[in-house]
């Protein structure tokens, strides 16, 4: 018997436009006591360096032992930047303002108008069965828990995060001890985390029509400490010995946080993908093929029939997929937005 998605022909083109819109994270130093009072825009040092050498070498240098004793003997000379609290400073605090909106139902480009019209349908469905309550819990535990921090939540002292509402003229806030909110799991018996996943819930069904959270960081992680900016991707491979070996982000001389970075935390909710008690990572982030690539890994390869595309081009022409957790996927996918239109050369 042939199935929906038969009769519905490609989609060449196809584009969602995200439904989390965060902004850049600006990073500024305080002391705990009084870190809803004054703080301090952070800014980047640039530090040159007499350091070692500890890297692997070639192999044509181990071939050589000569060189070899040559080149470990000499020091490695280089130019980074840093960024750190000041010296009467014990705590980060970091902030940024995230919009939710609604409208995933409805493509941004889409060339076949049979395919939109199935979509369409699907997602509505999709919303009143589910209302996005479970989405929106996993992005609501994700801003409580301050996963969006990465590496500056590690060791800290203390963690609290204050979200507050700044659409339609409400005064809504909420404080999380967000050291007390797990990483691992999204049970949401914190009553504060399903009163914000309600107001996001409503945001991405449309019965609100947008949200914006002015979201507030404090991590206690010690006087004078270093922090850590978003690093940026240097594509220059030229070996200059002028050249920094490591360039962070910092917008108008205040370090900061890529908003891509902030974005990735958030929706770091897949608990879905194949074999997830079995290999112990965690959540991983909303990819179409499930890949985390600070571990070289795709937890949703195409051959296991788990990856993005395999299951929209069943459930956006009409097929049932197998369960509730991959519909929460494909929607998630969607809500994360992108290009994903067939070839139409095959």
Known sequence: MATASRKIGKVSV????KKLVPSDGYMHGTTWDKRSGHATPLALIEKSVRGTISNRLSKALQDDPAKLDAKVESPNL????????????????????????????????????????????????????????????????????????????????????????LSGGSNLTWIFNAAKIPLRSFEANDLNIRELAKHISHALTGQAEFLTLEITAYAQVGKSQ????????????????????????????????HSQKIGNALRTIDTWYPKYEEFETGPIAIEAYGAVTNLGVAYRKPSDKADFYTLF???????????????HYVMAVLVRGGVFGESDKE
């Open 14 to 17: 196809l584009a969602f436009e």
């Open 78 to 165: 280089q130019t980074v930047d840093v960024c750190a609290l000041g010296q009467d400073q014990d705590t980060l605090k970091l902030s940024f303002t995230l919009k939710i909106l609604s409208g995933v139902e409805h493509p941004s480009a889409c060339n076949n108008a049979e395919f939109k019209q199935s979509y369409t349908k699907v997602a509505r469905a999709y919303a009143e069965k589910y209302n996005f309550t479970e989405l929106a819990t996993r992005y609501a535990s994700n801003i409580a828990n301050a996963r969006f921090l990465w590496r500056n939540r590690v060791g800290a002292e203390n963690l609290e995060v204050s979200v507050k509402v």
């Open 226 to 257: 270093e922090v850590y900016p978003s690093e940026e991707l240097v594509l220059d491979k030229g070996n200059s010995k002028s050249k920094k070996s490591k360039i962070l982000y910092a917008v108008n001389g205040n370090a900061a946080m």
């Open 313 to 327: 081009d069943k459930y956006a022409r009409g097929d049932a997929l197998a369960n509730e957790a991959e519909e």
